[in-house]
């Protein structure tokens, strides 16, 4: 699951200062569960745009902005799309890029994307994977330290860390302190006797 946040609509709007004749995109999957851009918030969308002065054309919510398969596909959720001059897609970068591949109109992103998260027990995961390319996610039960600890550290606590709890954030749970118990029930603390060389980012 992509994790997005809403932009401020006075951001929204500045984006859109010289466009009109709007069609809004939402996404059914990711940004509905976070509440950025499922039908609620499209229909919200929709109408604060009308009332700040601008004509929206209309609107549609494919299963998923970021799998958009061709122009004639977004008609088929609805033809007012050929009557617009750009479009406002409402879900992550992904998505707006996956429009902006079938749609030859401007196109604007209402979200900012965050980070890539998950569901799971009922509970919205965010900060799960910062997709770095090098992944090494199993060696550390299943827990990602570059995307859940704020200092990215790969090879052991900071030492900050107070009852379990981040010094960075201290609501959040610090996440050394939940590998190392996850390794405990696995049986696989010998995994952290691994010394982790940094991530390499350069460009391949």
């Known amino acids: 699951m992509i994790i997005t946040s809403a932009k401020p609509f006075e951001e929204i ?18 940004a509905a569960k976070l509440k950025t851009g499922g039908e609620p918030e499209v229909l919200e969308m929709c109408r604060r745009l009308e009332e700040s002065g601008k004509h929206v054309v209309g609107w549609a919510l494919p299963t998923a902005a970021c799998s958009i398969r061709s122009y004639e596909t977004l008609l088929e959720k609805n033809d007012k799309l050929d009557e617009a001059l750009c479009v406002l897609v409402m879900g992550c970068g992904s998505g707006v890029s996956a429009v902006a591949n079938v ?15 998950g569901s799971s027990g009922g509970k919205l995961l965010s900060s799960q994977c910062v ?53 405990k029930k696995i049986h696989r603390l010998d995994l952290l006797y691994t010394i982790h060389a940094p991530k390499e980012h350069a460009f391949k």
Do not use: H
């Not at 709007?13 to 990711?30: R, S, T």
């Not at 749609?103 to 998260?117: A, C, E, F, K, R």
């Not at 996610?137 to 859940?148: D, H, M, T, V, Y």
């Open 103 to 117: 749609v030859d109109l401007p196109i604007y992103g209402s979200n900012n994307t965050l980070s890539l998260g």
């Open 13 to 30: 709007l500045e984006l859109l200062k010289n466009e009109d004749y709007i069609f809004v995109i939402g996404c059914n999957v990711c």
């Open 131 to 183: 997709m770095c390319g090098d992944c090494t996610i199993s060696e550390f039960g299943g827990l990602c330290p570059k995307a859940q600890c704020p200092k990215g550290l790969l090879n052991g606590p900071c030492g900050g860390a107070v009852d379990g709890k981040c010094e960075v954030d201290s609501e959040k749970d610090c996440v050394w302190s939940l590998i190392y118990e996850r390794l």
